[in-house]
């Protein structure tokens, strides 16, 4: 085993060996494999071998189709038989419900360039001749479904990646990792020592036992999965007969079974509801190729839908029940990428699918080591989305309810309870007995929308029971004062003697003097957005970012990487450190100068001044800007402080009809202005022209910031793409994100978010479109729910056009 590496890759299971593989193509050879057993020993030896197109983040999707799209690559040039076999497959729906839910599927996949198509029942029992129609309302076909040999295809990978110079050592236990004073990492195991610049934990089962050898605890957790094989069934060799083909693959979602042929008979998986974790605190390490027990009354429910649903498995047995350890992320999605704190140390894992995923996670965590940029917008899947209140304890709560979930609808207005309350800001249990209904944003629990008592969200694709309420709390900002909770956003203290040079060169805008503030785009080396702030430059010479909450992690991760080595910046996310609330409407200032010393009148505080004040008894930090387009506040506060600030500024509020407004009516009030978002509008696959922040961006300025050079290029060129803002005709539901815009008949773009904005009365919907499309204003079409709505171009904000754009990160 050699003495020192560029690469250390931990883990032997299809992960590891796709992210050895892609480091290998790339130019990165001097890269080794460390395996505490054979190759495969974990979970990839026993999976089912299934395969699809389909996922919830369009991002991850193209990845996924990549990946599928990759193995005749790995085959040719390994010389290894993958056992891939490309059969398409049938996702079924047996409510009305799941067929609206089908419907955004196939929308968003006329974009991705999936071929799917909406057919009958009727139509899927004749593609998959297994099924009983009458229990199904409606399908979907996908041609590139597939299943495939895993042992096969993580040899592949192994094998093609040492032809490309990489090594794989087997029987090779990693026992410890220390980071050195030069960086470097010593990894230590039952055969010597790999000095390594860069280490990946791809350890499966065992990455929280590697993540732990470095002070880390990463939130997966191991579930017991089980799927059946059959006897051979006269069913399937009729089909293989008539058809020369293998029996399709199909999805029955609400009987949470996944369906496929396995040799003379099928095979049949199941996310049970009476889920089982697995080694729930440490993974032993003797561990290997080893099944668990089956526990068939645990699935017994589950049988029984699939029974009735695919009638020929009544006549048939079972041969074999394979039970073994998946590992599972609180949401489903991979733990990809670096780790904040710890340079050169990158991880990927609870990649669940990885028969699906692995690839793209190796080809995104490959890039991102090689040039700094995974190359994709990968934040589902990235480890910054989760910080340290993801405890263990957490993670298995929301892992067990994901798990019973993996096939259940997830509602647009459906917000899940395990885990939560977790983080609460000191004022919560006031707008709880005020009727809040709470979501959840990093962990934090922000109010949605208020209830009166007895109403409560039903949820639904259309519109829902909190129509009306969010339409009263928009009416009550845009004619009289609404108070808002906005402690969701991440707050970053930046000070020091280089806090301005570094500034200048970190944020793509003109810094504000002192006592203002401004927006400020923040971009990568290829000058596309890596972030969108609000800056504020306080009078002693303090500085405040104001930027997206789930993104904490994220771009505190980017500002480490990026601070300089003497000590002259220091930045600190101040997270419940500073808690806030916003006031907006035409009576805002009437309220602020009720409980404020300060001269509030537009002279003396116009827009965009930020200043300390007291308010009522408490000092804070107030903000003359609001997301909603309207006057307003944002109020920040030491948390000791919130509750008084907000009863003062209720009490304040009565005489001018002051009332509460949650995250709903805030998304209403900022579709009437065509204000973007972080994640949504404003993502790193996007340049500032693309996305229309050029306005923020200073060119001309004197400092060389991170992707000037892109950025100019970019705007000489034009980029691809731009934002648009559209107002269509919709019926009884409005868009939410990711749905078809057409033009001219052909589909040439995609939702990013939008809503009922509820003061102009209308359905309102922004996203990309090529830019030779961009300055049409009709002749454009958004597909809903399997319809395709007449949509205009809103190029004026439907809400006080005149006034100067005052927008604020969401």
């Known amino acids: ?41 974990g979970s990839t030896w026993h999976a089912a071998g299934g395969m699809h197109t389909i996922n919830g983040d369009p991002n991850v999707a193209k990845l996924q189709k990549y990946t599928i799209e990759l193995y005749k690559e790995i085959e040719a040039l390994s010389g290894q038989a993958t056992g891939v076999h490309i059969t398409g497959g049938v996702l079924l729906a047996a409510t009305e419900a799941r067929m609206d839910w089908l419907r955004g599927v196939v929308a968003k996949g ?15 029992h004749r593609l998959m001749p297994l099924l009983d129609p009458k229990q199904f309302v409606g399908a979907v076909r996908n041609s590139e479904d597939g299943h495939l040999d895993p042992s096969g295809v993580t040899h592949a990978y192994a094998k093609a990646a040492r032809k ?12 410890d990792i220390q980071q050195q004073a030069d960086g470097t990492w010593r990894v230590i195991t039952n055969k010597g020592e790999v000095v390594a610049e860069h280490v990946v934990n791809a350890g499966g089962l065992w990455a929280r036992e590697v993540g732990r050898m470095v002070g880390l605890e990463l939130p997966v957790l191991a579930m017991e999965h089980m799927y059946l094989i059959t006897e051979d069934m006269p069913e399937v060799a009729e089909v293989n007969r008539t058809t020369g083909k293998e029996v399709i693959h199909a999805v029955d979602f609400d009987g949470e079974l996944y369906l496929r042929q396995e040799r003379g008979g099928m095979l049949m998986g199941t996310y049970e509801k009476a889920n089982k974790p697995w080694s729930e605190f440490s993974t032993p390490w003797n561990f290997g190729h080893e099944l668990l027990e089956p526990d068939i009354d645990r699935i017994a429910p589950s049988l029984e839908v699939g029974f009735r649903h695919f009638p020929a498995f009544q006549n048939t047995g079972i041969k074999q029940i394979i039970n073994g350890p998946f590992t599972f992320a609180p949401d489903g999605n991979p733990l990809v990428g670096p780790v904040r704190g710890l340079p050169g140390f990158w991880v990927a894992c609870g990649v669940m699918a990885g028969f699906s995923q692995g690839g793209g996670v190796g080809l995104a965590l490959s890039n991102w080591m090689i040039h700094g940029d995974p190359g994709f917008d990968i934040f589902a899947m990235d480890v910054a989305r989760y910080g340290d209140w993801a405890s263990m304890r957490y993670t298995n709560a929301k892992v067990r309810e994901n798990y019973s979930r993996r ?72 004619e009289r004062v609404g108070l808002g909770e906005i ?32 927006l400020a785009p923040m971009l990568k080396e290829d000058g596309k957005l890596i972030g969108d702030f609000s800056l504020a430059r306080l009078d002693d010479g303090e500085w405040l970012i104001l930027g997206s909450g789930i993104a904490e992690q994220y771009h505190m991760r980017w500002f480490e990487q990026h601070l300089p080595a003497d000590g002259s910046v220091r930045v600190e996310a101040l997270g419940l450190k500073l808690t806030g609330l916003s006031i907006a409407g035409p009576k805002a200032r009437d309220v602020m100068a009720k409980v404020a010393r300060d001269d509030v009148s537009s002279a003396a505080f116009p827009f965009m001044a930020i200043r300390r004040m007291d308010i009522g008894m408490t000092p804070c930090i107030v903000g003359r800007v609001s997301y909603t387009g309207d006057l307003g506040y944002e109020i920040w506060m030491a948390p000791e402080y919130q509750r008084h600030v907000f009863q003062t500024l209720l009490e304040a509020g009565e005489e001018f009809g002051i009332g509460l407004f949650g995250g709903r009516a805030l998304n209403a009030l900022r579709l009437e202005k065509n204000y973007g978002s972080w994640a949504r509008e404003y993502r790193p696959i996007y340049g500032p022209v693309e996305a229309g922040l050029d306005r923020f961006v200073a060119y001309s300025k004197e400092a060389d910031f991170i992707g000037k050079q892109a950025a100019l290029a970019e705007r000489k060129a034009g980029g691809k793409y731009r934002l648009r803002a559209f107002v269509m005709e919709a019926v009884d539901a409005d868009v939410i994100g990711d749905e078809a815009i057409w033009h001219g008949g052909t589909v040439v773009g995609w939702v990013t978010s939008g809503g009922y904005a509820h003061n102009a009365r209308k359905s309102v919907a922004l996203g990309y479109v090529p830019k030779e499309v961009a300055d049409a204003v ?11 709505n007449k949509a205009e171009v809103q190029c004026t904000p439907l809400f006080d056009s005149a006034r100067q754009f005052n927008r604020v990160l969401l």
């Open 487 to 518: 402690s969701s956003y991440a707050k970053y203290r930046v000070t020091g003697e280089g806090a301005e040079a570094w500034l200048d060169g970190m944020l793509a805008c003109k810094l504000p003097k002192p006592g203002r503030m401004t």
């Open 1 to 41: 085993m050699k003495s020192h590496a560029q690469v250390v890759v931990i883990g032997g299971g299809v992960v590891g060996c796709s992210v050895l593989f892609h480091l290998a193509r790339a130019g990165w050879t001097d890269v080794v494999l460390l395996e505490r057993d054979e190759l495969t020993s």
């Open 110 to 124: 006329r974009y991705l360039g999936l071929d799917l198509e909406e057919i009958s029942a009727e139509e899927a």
């Open 164 to 175: 490309l110079g990489a090594e794989v050592e087997r029987f090779t236990k990693v026992e």
């Open 778 to 788: 009709s002749g454009f079409e958004i597909e809903l729910l399997g319809r395709r």
């Open 407 to 478: 096939f259940s609808i997830r509602f647009p207005n459906e917000e899940l309870p395990a885990g939560r309350p977790l983080r609460t800001t000191p004022i919560y249990d006031l707008l709880a007995a005020r009727g809040a209904q709470f979501g959840v944003a990093f962990g934090l629990e922000v109010p949605l929308w208020y209830a009166p008592q007895g109403a409560k969200d039903e949820f639904s694709w259309r519109r829902s029971s909190d129509f009306t309420h969010v339409a009263k709390e928009v009416t009550t900002v845009r």
